[in-house]
């Protein structure tokens, strides 16, 4: 079993920051690339920023220059920083990622999600 664990959501003023972390647990061979996404009300869940195990990334449009994902491989945990917070930046968060399990499995796992709001 593999498991995905969030925190560090919450409520914060527009042009504030929050940090989210993930942690990944369980029977873990290797994590092959990690990244968040975010969904809305009303709206579809979409990419918000990724990262390979090597260390690429790549990030949705709307949030370059002002979110910064990184990961510590040690830790099995990957981090997205989020500065100059926008109302538009409203959404649950969740965390994802493509993991082969120590039976040589690979999967796409997922987070429960944790909630961003930003108040104008």
């Known amino acids: 079993q593999v498991q995905l664990a969030e925190s560090g959501g919450g409520l914060v003023q527009s042009g504030g920051s929050l940090r989210l972390s993930c942690a990944a647990s369980g029977s873990i061979f290797e994590i092959n690339a990690m990244g968040w996404y975010r969904q809305a009300p009303g709206k579809q869940r979409e990419l918000v920023a990724a990262?390979?195990?090597?260390?690429?990334?790549n990030y949705a449009d709307s949030v370059k220059g002002r979110f910064t994902i990184s990961r510590a491989n040690a830790k099995n945990t990957v981090y997205l920083q989020m500065n100059s917070l926008k109302p538009e930046d409203t959404a649950v968060y969740y965390c994802a990622a493509k993991i082969t399990s120590s039976r040589n499995l690979q999967a796409d796992y997922w987070g429960q999600g944790t909630q961003v709001t930003v108040s104008s």
């Open positions: 990262i390979t195990s090597g260390g690429s990334t």
